[in-house]
């Protein structure tokens, strides 16, 4: 039941529980922290799924399909959330993905020690079990186009994240300038 609850209200409890920073979000401003200490949701929310896992619990996906389908561009978390909500309502979903492997930064982005790329890879199995459709090593806007996605679906969803700091592309702006200054 704590398994089922879990897995209904997060996309992948066992991730949140492992990356998300708990400590200075809802755990750190809980009221309960004045007095009592707040409860470790972080820590709850990863032992009821690995415990779940262990113990051969799995998470369903309705069998009946809505006949509608949309294509997710990107399979970080924000594609792979959507993705569950999708299925979970009985729509096709297609992830086109540049990378070799799901995941987005969850893979490329946090170490390993933080969060195990096998926990991510499991979850990914999942979605893939229920229904998923994941196509990785495609490029959107070179190796499909948007406009395809867009005919061919009944929805597009964009998550695909922000490669490029905000401060480099500031830098690089202060460069230019700079560059443009000194020629002048
Ligand atoms: C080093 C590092 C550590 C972090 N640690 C934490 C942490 O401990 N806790 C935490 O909560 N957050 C952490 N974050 C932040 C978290 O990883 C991001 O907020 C989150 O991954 C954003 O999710 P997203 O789905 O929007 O984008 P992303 O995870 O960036 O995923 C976007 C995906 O879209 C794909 N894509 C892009 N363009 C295209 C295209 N044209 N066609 C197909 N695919 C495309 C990319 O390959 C990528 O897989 C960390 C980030 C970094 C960089």
């Known amino acids: 039941m704590a398994f089922k609850l879990s897995n209904e209200s997060s996309p ?4 949140m529980g492992r990356v998300c920073p708990q400590d200075v979000l809802c755990e750190g401003d809980c009221t309960l922290n004045h007095r ?11 032992y009821i799924t690995e415990k779940g896992f262990e113990n051969g619990l799995t998470i369903d996906f ?22 569950t909500y999708l299925l979970r309502a009985g729509i096709d979903v297609t992830i ?3 990378a070799s492997r799901a995941g987005g930064l969850l893979t490329y982005g946090i170490p390993g020690f933080k969060l195990d790329k096998n926990v991510i890879e499991r979850r990914t199995n999942l979605l893939k079990k229920g229904g998923l459709n ?24 964009i998550g695909i994240g922000s490669t490029k700091p905000k401060k480099q592309i500031f830098l690089t702006k202060i460069a ?8 002048f």
């Open 96 to 98: 086109y993905e540049r």
């Open 62 to 83: 309705p069998k009946q399909k809505l006949g509608k389908s949309v294509a997710v561009i990107g399979s970080g978390p924000a594609g792979l959330s959507l993705a």
């Open 134 to 157: 994941l196509k990785t090593n495609i490029e959107v806007g070179k190796d499909i186009s948007f406009e395809d996605l867009r005919k061919n679906n009944d929805a597009v969803f």
């Open 12 to 15: 992948f409890p066992e991730i």
């Open 36 to 46: 009592h200490g707040a409860i470790t949701i972080g820590s709850i929310e990863k």
């Open 176 to 183: 230019n300038e700079f560059i443009w200054l000194w020629n």
